[in-house]
């Protein structure tokens, strides 16, 4: 059964939502919903508090605008790299997941791009 509601995304977003859908040669929402359930499975994997280990990924236009040091308890390497005009920040983390989780929502408020992926 699927449910049907509106929402709203930045044009750019929707462009490129188009585009991938038209090259995988399914419809938007089969889109919509992998790349949400992806999204949700990552969120509700953090949300249970544990041990964790994980990677997550950053991309911005400049620094990143958050003092690390809040977050050295589970940020085990950090590496920041510049490619093709943009910042590439890669971070292994490895600990409390509701702090790895609070570093992701900060990343995502300030980086271009963010990915967290669980390890285990
Ligand atoms: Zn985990």
């Known amino acids: 059964m ?10 750019d977003l929707a462009s490129e939502l188009d585009d991938v859908s038209r090259e995988c040669g399914v419809d938007r929402s089969t889109v919509v919903a992998s790349a949400l359930g992806n999204y949700l499975a990552s969120i509700k994997h ?40 943009m910042c590439v920040n890669i971070f292994l983390l490895k600990g409390d997941s509701e702090k790895i989780l609070k570093l992701y929502y900060k990343l995502e408020k300030n980086c271009l791009r963010t990915v967290l992926v669980p390890l285990h």
């Open 46 to 85: 953090y949300k249970k508090r544990h041990n964790c280990l994980g990677v997550c990924l950053a991309i911005t236009k400049g620094e990143l605008g958050l003092n690390l040091e809040e977050f050295k308890d589970v940020i085990v390497s950090y590496q920041h790299s510049h490619t093709d005009n």
């Open 2 to 11: 699927r449910r049907r509601f509106g929402v709203s995304i930045p044009e």
